[in-house]
């Protein structure tokens, strides 16, 4: 059977109800695409691609030295190395000088869309729409064009959250092992991870970066802290672990409360501006409950506000 029939047949299926088929089908059925056309998307021009690059130009400055190591790993077996934006246009690239042309032709290169609405099943477009780690393995493509590829992907979320590039390893040798893909995948995995952590601490300069996990592997899970030990910033790996906002800013709260850690402070912790700044932030603003909480009168604690510079919305 042809793959664009095998494509079909199965998208129809009542009874196929894996991650795949169920990209095939969102790929006919919600973007009207055919399995067996073989005329490629076309290529943004540099004047067309200049204002997406603006949009991500401060991801594209601090992945850009991720991108230089993973291709130093990936490139001598003649592997591609994409970032994208949310979208899943292609923004930056890491090739081989004697792999860029071929590449080039199969469209693995800047310019191109690689979202699911346009190229159907694929790896950088099935992990931005599914917001996890996937490989795409030749024909698992919805594309009959695009079935002598493997795509190995990771998504990389933003400091507010939100979902907002992809991180993209493309094959197209004959050869490649199910065994080589699960290696280049954990090494795009690492690498996207490195990146957002690199990028949440740029978007937080101000703040000390802590682990909100005990667990060293996963280098994305952090909170940014800032002088008064409140919480103000957190990952998506430490949003989700902590209960914290999904998506958007988070409302500061004392970073040892989050992290269940003994709040009994010393050295410049032990300042009477955090102590205070702590208790308003728990209460939620609520003055009265602040000064219930500290054990003093609510006019004393307006008093050492105004002393030390506190407003209500410090807390």
Same mark, same amino acid.
Request: charged share 25%; net charge negative; with cysteine.
């Given at each position: ?90 923004? !930056?690239?890491? /090739? *081989?000088?004697?792999? %860029? &042309? ?8 800047? +310019? ?116 008064? !030990?409140?919480? /103000? *910033?957190?990952?998506? %790996? &430490? ?8 998506? +958007? ?67």
């Amino acid at each position: 059977m042809r793959h664009a029939d095998y494509v079909a047949a199965q998208s129809q299926s009542n009874s196929a109800t894996s991650s795949l088929t169920a990209s095939w089908r969102r790929s006919i059925m919600k973007h009207g695409l055919d399995p067996a056309n073989v005329r490629a998307p076309e290529r943004l021009t540099d004047a067309e691609l200049k204002m997406p690059r603006e949009a991500m130009a401060d991801l594209l400055r601090v992945a850009a030295p991720q991108l230089d190591q993973l291709i130093t790993l990936v490139g001598t077996s003649g592997c591609n190395v994409l970032l994208t934006d949310a979208r899943g246009l292609v923004l !930056d690239q890491r /090739v *081989g000088d004697a792999d %860029a &042309a071929q590449f080039s032709e199969w469209g693995l290169c800047t +310019g191109m869309d690689w979202s699911e609405e346009v190229q159907g099943t694929n790896g950088i477009g099935t992990c931005l729409v599914e917001g996890r780690q996937v490989t795409i393995h030749r024909d698992e493509h919805f594309h009959t064009r695009n079935t002598g590829m493997s795509c190995m992907d990771a998504p990389i979320w933003g400091p507010d959250g939100r979902l907002l590039a992809a991180l993209d390893v493309s094959s197209a040798r004959s050869d490649q092992t199910a065994l080589f893909n699960r290696l280049i995948s954990a090494q795009v995995a690492q690498t996207a991870k490195a990146i957002e952590a690199v990028f949440f601490r740029a978007c937080f300069p101000n703040a000390r970066i802590m682990p909100a996990s005990d667990d060293p592997s996963d280098v994305a899970m952090l909170l940014a802290v800032d002088n008064n !030990d409140l919480a /103000v *910033g957190a990952t998506r %790996a &430490a949003r989700r672990v902590l209960g914290l906002e999904r998506e +958007g800013d988070i409302r500061p709260r004392p970073a040892a409360d989050l992290l269940g850690r003994d709040d009994e402070m010393s050295g410049f912790d032990l300042a009477e501006r955090a102590t205070m700044i702590r208790a308003l932030a728990r209460a939620e603003g609520n003055v009265s409950a602040a000064a219930r909480a500290l054990g003093i009168g609510r006019a004393t604690l307006y008093r050492r506000m105004s002393r030390l510079g506190i407003s209500e919305k410090d807390g």
